[in-house]
């Protein structure tokens, strides 16, 4: 069982900067992920980081965000630049403690509780 709790959103205007923390119960040897739905709309998978390192970036916020991860290892981090108005969304923290590699596949059995972000133009 992994429980994660989100924090960091609030608004924004566009052109601005957010950082999103969630912090786990579990040291984090395993994918992690963010995730985002809008009013409205399917959820999104944003981006998610291996146990070893290797990320993944949805094409919609390529080279605007970055996940980490902080040591010792029970903390992810999604830095948000040049955020825009359609990155208006509820952002949730995922993990999979069954899953090492090819995070950026499949569901994810664990989340947190989300944390809103809003943009205004």
């Known amino acids: 069982q992994v429980q994660l709790v989100e924090s960091g959103g609030g608004s924004v205007q566009a052109g601005g900067s957010l950082t999103l923390s969630c912090a786990a119960s579990?040291?984090?040897?395993?994918?992690m992920a963010w995730f985002r739905q809008a009013r409205g709309k399917v959820r999104e998978r944003v981006a998610t980081i291996s146990r070893y390192g290797e990320k993944f970036y949805a094409d919609s916020v390529k080279d605007r965000f970055t996940i980490s991860k902080a040591r010792p290892l029970d903390t992810l981090y999604l830095q948000m630049n040049s955020l825009k108005p359609e990155d208006t969304a509820m952002y949730y923290c995922?993990?999979?403690?069954?899953?090492?590699?090819?995070?950026?596949?499949?569901?994810?059995?664990?989340w947190g509780q989300g944390t809103q972000v809003t943009v205004s133009s």
């Open positions: 995922a993990a999979d403690p069954g899953r090492e590699i090819r995070c950026y596949q499949n569901d994810y059995p664990y």
């Open positions: 579990t040291y984090m040897h395993y994918c």
